[in-house]
């Protein structure tokens, strides 16, 4: 097993074609991506506070009042002005602030135009709204813990504050980034891809010789995947290192969690391409390749290698492509990394692209594992 | 009696409306070089990848060491060496490597499989080239790479595809001669060709494939002596009269003449001394002649008689 190994390995690191789509490009385009960027990321500012204004009305709920008053404190999440109707639409209208609340029978919120600040907004409305009922209970029965469900209120509010700035463009260089390593681990469909057109004898001669061996066809399936897995991880590690230490791009404190997010991501673009080949088993190559570069390049897309908020539209007009989507699972585990405080989001990710990946292998050796064909 | 290597029995494959064997039959006995021949599209190949269990099919048995043969007899299939028809082998692995890979798909030992690489390599010349990777190498050198990966491990029965499709004269006799050699060496080996000069020089004996059967099958000798032309001979003659023409067609043995372009084609269905014969009437008629050639009948006469079409259609 470890000589087949062994030699899979040499092979992989013999091919130039495979290299350069899996090494080179990801840190050519890295490095673009850090001489276009370079500048907007060291100005980069840190989350602003939302400043808003608030025209509270004489029959207007005070408990949302209070909220935002503790929403204000927090962190700084909200920059509060209390004014009237007319001064609040001329601030919108000049931009100085970002929407406005009024609190009248009830509460509506007015905004300009839609982005992350809007949304942040809109959803602590509708938190609010939710809670309405509870916040209301309590202040009639038990007044003494109205501060303790406002406070509860604005650590979720605190939580939408950190989910909307991964999604968004808060640090949207960064994203980039994400979305390039995001990239460089589903161009793991290479590496998959040549595992499979090694194995099925209906694709290639050298399958075919390998299939009809004294060798047992899950011999060679998982000696392959170990091998490929070992180079995708080296490649990707490699990558890695030259954007932490070469480009000195920031990924936060937690590096080896950073690296283990790319190795497992690694796992998920090998498995992901020996589904796509193994599905695809019987077209030609061109076709075949084709395939895999339009699902990767797709998923990349959609988590925001190309525009930076394309996962935060994807967020709001189809979250579930988010959730699915192998790319965006990678960048926001990245993401979340520098983002919260604990590791709930990012073993979500995670364990999520296990899953997937443990899918995709399985359906792949499914369907790579037979050893008679009907034509070859 | 020798131990029957290969039996296949009313093998049947379709593909789609396409027979592709027609209730095939089959058997191979230890030490033979067994040669199938036939035009492209006969049923070569698939008879190849039925035997192997990479195909399957539709009606019939095959049976391997007199075991019935599945994908998952792998004890059947590390007695066997295969070597396909296109190369095989991992273009980003030397000649040593390729070899080693393969020889360890069915070889454990470390110090026997090296010592199996090498002399696979010694075997097909390419102790040159042990360090070059396959791109590098020619069309030739590619060809006996592939006959070393699928012969290293010392197989009992040793498959070979159209081993020498698009090879140089020089490579071509070396593969013929390594082909003896392991026959020699005591592997039995299925040859399959479209080139029967390949197949009347090293087979013991012959199935001729068309259409997915098997139209003939034994020793050239045997498969020679199931056509009516035992023998060809051309003389050249600038000018001969019809007269003449017939009384050569009357000799002994002959059964049909052509005139045409200046060469006269006798054909004879067996007998001695026809050449003598004709030489002497030529020479009672004052006919003169230029060169003479006599040709016994080749493996491609035997298909074109029995087929109605050439080998390489």
């Known amino acids: ?376 | 009696m020798s131990e029957k290597i290969v039996e296949i029995k009313n093998l049947v494959k379709r593909y789609g409306d396409l027979l592709a064997l027609d209730h095939f039959n089959l058997e191979i006995n230890q030490g033979e070089i067994f040669g199938l021949l036939g035009p492209n599209g006969s049923g070569k190949t698939t008879t190849i990848n039925c035997l192997l269990s990479l195909l399957s099919f539709d009606k019939g048995e095959i049976k391997l060491f007199g075991e019935k043969m599945a994908p998952n007899k792998y004890h059947l299939k590390k007695e066997i060496g295969v070597v396909l028809q296109n190369v095989a082998v991992f273009e980003g692995l030397t000649v040593y490597e390729n070899i080693d890979y393969f020889c360890g798909l069915y070889i454990n030992d470390k110090k026997l499989r090296k010592q199996y690489v090498e002399e696979a390599i010694q075997f097909v010349g390419l102790e040159d080239y042990k360090k070059m990777l396959p791109p590098k190498l020619s069309g030739g050198l590619l060809r006996r790479l592939n006959i070393a990966c699928g012969i290293a491990h010392k197989p009992k029965l040793i498959i070979m595809d159209e081993p020498t499709v698009a090879v140089d004269p020089q490579s071509r006799n070396k593969i013929l001669e390594g082909i003896e050699e392991l026959n020699r060496q005591g592997a039995t080996i299925i040859y399959t060709s479209h080139y029967m000069e390949e197949v009347e020089q090293i087979c013991t004996r012959i199935a001729i494939m068309d259409k997915g059967k098997s139209i003939a099958l034994g020793t050239k000798e045997e498969l020679k002596k199931m056509i009516k032309t035992g023998e060809k001979l051309t003389v050249e003659i600038l000018q001969l009269s019809k007269e003449h023409k017939d009384c050569i067609s009357k000799l002994p043995h002959v059964y049909q003449t052509e005139y045409q372009d200046n060469n006269l084609v006798i054909y004879f269905n067996g007998g001695k001394h026809n050449l003598v014969r004709v030489l002497e009437y030529l020479g009672e008629n004052e006919i003169s002649f230029g060169r003479v050639f006599s040709e016994l009948p080749t493996l491609n006469d035997v298909f074109l008689e029995i087929t109605g079409k050439q080998l390489r259609d």
């Not at chain 1, 385009?29 to 004489?58: C, D, P, Q, R, W």
């Not at chain 1, 950073?258 to 076709?287: D, H, P, R, W």
Request: net charge negative; glycine share 6%.
């Open chain 1, 1 to 376: 097993m470890v000589r087949h190994i062994k030699y899979r390995i040499i092979n992989f690191a013999r091919d130039w074609g495979l290299l350069f789509w899996i090494l080179v490009f990801p840190i050519v385009l890295g490095t673009l991506f850090k001489v276009s960027f370079g500048g907007y990321m060291e100005n980069e500012e840190k989350f602003e506070s939302i400043a808003i204004a608030y025209v509270e009305m004489e029959n207007g709920d005070k408990n949302f009042s209070t909220v935002l008053e503790e929403l204000s404190k927090e962190e700084g999440m909200l920059q509060l002005k209390r004014t009237d109707k007319s001064e609040a639409e001329k601030l919108l209208e000049e931009e100085k602030i970002k929407g406005i609340y009024r609190n009248d029978e009830e509460i509506t919120l007015t905004i300009k135009e839609e982005g992350v600040y809007e949304t942040i907004l809109k959803t602590i409305l509708d938190q609010y709204e939710q809670k309405k009922g509870i916040i209301e209970e309590i202040a009639t029965e038990n007044p003494t813990k109205l501060q303790y469900v406002v406070k509860d209120l604005a650590d979720s509010g605190d939580y939408i504050k950190q989910k909307s700035m991964s999604n968004g463009n808060m640090d949207a260089m960064m994203n980039y980034f994400y979305a390039l390593i995001a990239m460089a681990c589903m161009y793991g469909v290479f590496v998959g891809g040549e595992n499979v057109k090694h194995l099925k004898a209906n694709v290639s001669p050298l399958a075919a010789r390998r299939t009809i061996s004294g060798t047992t066809k899950f011999k060679l399936i998982f000696s392959d995947f170990i091998a490929s897995f070992f180079v995708q991880s080296v490649v990707l590690i490699l990558a890695l290192l030259y954007l932490v230490c070469v480009l000195k791009v920031d990924f936060g404190s937690q590096l080896g969690l950073v690296f283990l997010t790319t190795i497992v991501g690694g796992l998920i673009g090998i498995s992901q391409g020996m589904l796509v080949y193994a599905i695809t088993g019987k077209f030609n190559e061109n076709i075949r390749q084709g395939v895999a570069i339009s699902i990767s390049m797709l998923e990349s897309f959609l988590s925001g290698l190309m525009v930076g908020n394309m996962k935060n539209v994807v967020e709001q007009k189809m979250p579930i492509l988010n959730d699915l989507n192998p790319a965006a699972l990678i960048s926001d585990a990245l993401y979340s990394l520098n983002v919260y405080s604990d590791y709930k989001r990012f073993t979500q990710n995670i364990v999520t692209m296990l899953v997937m990946a443990a899918v995709f292998w399985i359906i792949s050796y499914m369907l790579v594992r037979r050893e008679k064909y009907a034509s070859i």
